[in-house]
């Protein structure tokens, strides 16, 4: 179904572009200004574990997981707008939890109190374990982890 490369600086544009089309109005509603210089160190914060995510061969996504510590850290999931709503979040998502099963670790993450996929993080499995001003931390944790 997914296929996945790593990502490259001649991915910027799309990354940008996805994290404008993806996150802008989360930022908006969460009351955090928004500034080119703040996206662009976003998207490049730890681009050594960022791997973009393909359909059928077309770039649809951006998936960046830290998996040098336990819990690993979901760093962002993005998905193209048009490819929101179709579970394919969800099933991104199981994937990354199953391999850190397997790995013996569980998984955080951190998502804008604004942000409704907050609500598709619960149904998975993720629990608050902690706030700030603008965000949850999130933990899924594995039986085995």
Same mark, same amino acid.
């Given at each position: 179904?997914? #296929?996945?490369?790593?990502?490259?600086?001649?991915?910027?544009?799309?990354?940008?572009?996805?994290?404008?089309? #993806?996150?802008?109005?989360?930022?908006?509603? #969460?009351?955090? /200004?928004?500034?080119?210089? /703040?996206? !662009?160190? !976003?998207?490049?914060?730890?681009?050594?574990?960022?791997?973009?995510?393909?359909?059928?061969?077309?770039?649809?996504? +951006?998936?960046?997981?830290?998996?040098?510590?336990?819990?690993?850290?979901?760093?962002?999931?993005?998905?193209?707008?048009?490819?929101?709503?179709?579970?394919?979040?969800?099933? +991104?998502?199981?994937?990354?939890?199953?391999? /850190?099963?397997? =790995?013996? =670790?569980?998984?955080?993450?951190?998502?804008?109190? $604004?942000?409704? $996929?907050?609500?598709?993080?619960?149904?998975?499995?993720?629990?608050?374990?902690?706030? /700030?001003?603008?965000?949850?931390?999130?933990q899924y944790n594995n039986r085995s982890g």
């Amino acid at each position: 179904m997914f #296929t996945f490369r790593k990502a490259e600086k001649s991915n910027l544009e799309f990354l940008f572009n996805l994290r404008n089309r #993806t996150m802008r109005q989360h930022l908006e509603n #969460t009351g955090v /200004a928004i500034n080119e210089e /703040a996206q !662009r160190a !976003r998207v490049l914060y730890r681009f050594d574990c960022a791997k973009i995510i393909m359909l059928d061969g077309i770039d649809v996504g +951006l998936l960046k997981v830290n998996r040098d510590e336990n819990p690993w850290e979901l760093i962002q999931i993005q998905l193209s707008p048009e490819y929101q709503g179709r579970g394919f979040g969800q099933v +991104l998502i199981r994937q990354v939890l199953n391999e /850190a099963q397997k =790995a013996g =670790a569980h998984v955080k993450l951190s998502v804008l109190k $604004a942000n409704p $996929a907050r609500k598709l993080y619960e149904r998975i499995g993720f629990r608050i374990i902690d706030e /700030a001003e603008y965000i949850y931390i999130m933990q899924y944790n594995n039986r085995s982890g």
